[in-house]
């Protein structure tokens, strides 16, 4: 079983930057794919942006793309989420996911089975 927890979320103007972090323990860091989802009031949960095991692929949702960044350091086990040039639109509770299974990758939610406990990002305009 392996646990999450998330920090770094808080209230930022339009156009600023925030850094998730997520530490994850319980198992073996390194050997898993990771991933950011968020979930705005009255909405369903979204995929934000994943990375395999290694960190050679990433993916990213296109709402984000080109200004989100996810990166992870194994040594750390954690996995970090940089967002730059944030918009009212990106506020919402962020949270970090694990892969259900070692060294496979896939940046859909069914296939991360660990979850935190999420994060609250307000973007004000």
């Known amino acids: 079983q392996v646990q999450l927890v998330e920090s770094g979320g808080g209230l930022v103007q339009a156009g600023g930057s925030l850094r998730l972090s997520c530490v994850a323990s319980g198992r073996t860091f390194s050997s898993y794919a990771m991933g950011w989802f968020r979930q705005a009031p009255g909405k369903e949960r979204e995929f934000v942006a994943s990375?395999?095991?290694?960190?050679?692929?990433?993916d990213y949702a296109d709402s984000v793309k080109g200004r989100f960044t996810i990166s992870r350091d194994n040594a750390k086990n954690t996995v970090y989420l940089q967002m730059n040039s944030l918009k009212p639109e990106d506020t919402a509770v962020y949270y970090c996911a694990a892969g259900k299974y070692p060294f496979s990758y896939s940046s859909t939610s069914p296939s991360f089975g660990s979850w935190g406990q999420g994060t609250q990002v307000t973007v004000s305009s």
């Open positions: 990375i395999t095991w290694s960190g050679d692929i990433t």
